[in-house]
């Protein structure tokens, strides 16, 4: 009987950070992941999405990924269990699931047309029975409504909601089926936004329905479901019940999560079909982030301080007040030039003085920014009436739903 399950989620193979490769942060927590699986003694490990950071990650991310799969297939894990992500490619996942499965490793990236075959039993060493998995993948509009054109945008939030939970309840329908016959407990697997979720301003989340405000309750997941592992929000956080959870990114994937609660995996005890406890093993800080703000005399003071110690820093430093700063980047620079430790990412002008140079515009990384907020940005430079701005919303809204119907990032 399985007692002891580890949740993790959003690993986002293959981030950067302001065009930074991380690689060899990914590299050290897959090491440590291995270490915690091996010390913990580990029998099953839930991955709930977003494995990759886009749908064609490079060749050295996907050796990355499967070298990892690789070593725990000859651990004291038994079970690997992944879903797709809103970021993940549910084909790209898919294609070696037949392989992978030979080593215990069930991958499920695309929604099934029957939802049975989203339900696992898991069997011990002598091939009886004991987890059943719920393992839901990020479900696409198109996976859960049939789009028609002449559906109000309210309309289309309803189906779609209506649709996730009616995919979800036909899941666990089939798996307490299965329960009755092998009287094993079940644990669900999901990637979406819940109700009563918590994210941070600049946490890298992208909205999963866009344009909505689709978000599902918690009560889509019954009280007879020994555990439920999360993905998609990237802090650690229970959602009502305990034994409904979000494990959180392993690393911050933007400065502004650097700034959130430490980054941990879950830790699941059963006890026989129930849910006997959790714990969150804090995952180590690989690569430092720090955000610098103030104005040019703080922000010396504060880089002053940095340049002192003996790790590695990479930081984001923002200008802000009053004060007219020529040389903004430059004077940043100057100060950590000799300290080979600290690197400066991302510069940013925030002052309510500007000055009309290059190196002291606010440069932003498109990639960081949510596509409705782009939008209204650009409604605001072409100073676009309010009473306008509600069609042009709605206009752009299909179009970001015929993205994702489409499997556009």
Not at 17 to 38: A, C, N, V, Y
Request: charged share 25%; proline share 4%.
């Amino acid at each position: 009987m399985i007692k002891r399950i580890l949740h993790t989620s959003d690993w986002h193979l293959g981030r950067r950070l302001k065009e930074h490769d991380r690689s060899q942060e990914f590299r050290q927590f897959f090491s440590w992941l291995e270490h915690i699986i091996s010390s913990e003694n580990i029998d099953a490990l839930l991955v709930a999405g977003d494995i990759f950071d886009n749908t064609t990650p490079s060749v050295q991310t996907q050796d990355m990924y499967y070298s990892f799969l690789s070593t725990l297939a000859n651990s004291s894990c038994r079970h690997i269990i992944i879903t797709s992500g809103n970021h993940d490619s549910p084909a790209f996942l898919d294609a070696p699931s037949e392989l992978l499965k030979l080593n215990n490793i069930h991958v499920i990236g695309q929604a099934r047309e029957n939802p049975s075959q989203e339900v696992l039993v898991l069997t011990d060493p002598q091939n009886n029975p004991e987890l059943i998995v719920c393992a839901v993948p990020y479900l696409r509009d198109r996976d859960v409504r049939s789009a028609r054109a002449e559906d109000s945008f309210e309309e289309m939030e309803r189906s779609l909601k209506a649709g996730i939970t009616r995919h979800y309840e036909e899941v666990f329908s089939c798996a307490r089926g299965l329960r009755e016959k092998f009287d094993v407990p079940i644990v669900a697997m999901g990637h979406m936004f819940l109700e009563k979720g918590r994210t941070q301003e600049d946490e890298g989340v992208r909205s999963l329905y866009v344009g909505t405000a689709v978000k599902i309750g918690s009560e889509i997941f019954p009280d007879d479901i020994a555990y439920t592992a999360l993905g998609h929000l990237h802090s650690p956080q229970s959602i009502e019940r305990e034994n409904i959870r979000y494990s959180g990114s392993p690393i911050p994937m933007t400065f502004g999560e650097a700034e959130g609660p430490r980054k941990s995996v879950s830790i699941v005890e059963l006890d026989g079909h129930n849910f006997a406890g959790i714990r969150e093993v804090q995952i180590p800080v690989f690569q430092k982030l720090n955000r610098v703000q103030g104005s040019m005399q703080e922000i010396n003071t504060r880089l002053g301080l940095l340049c002192g110690t003996d790790e590695s820093i990479w930081l984001e430093v923002t200008l802000t007040g009053n004060q007219y700063t020529p040389n903004f980047q430059d004077n940043v620079n100057d100060c950590v030039k000799d300290f080979p430790l600290i690197e400066v990412l991302s510069l940013r002008n925030e002052s309510t003085v500007r000055h009309e140079s290059p190196d002291t515009d606010t440069l932003t990384n498109l990639g960081d920014i949510e596509p409705m907020k782009m939008f209204e940005r650009r409604m605001d430079k072409e100073g676009i009436e309010e009473e306008k701005r509600y069609d042009y919303r709605n206009m752009y809204i299909e179009i970001l739903r015929k993205a994702e119907r489409e499997g556009v990032h």
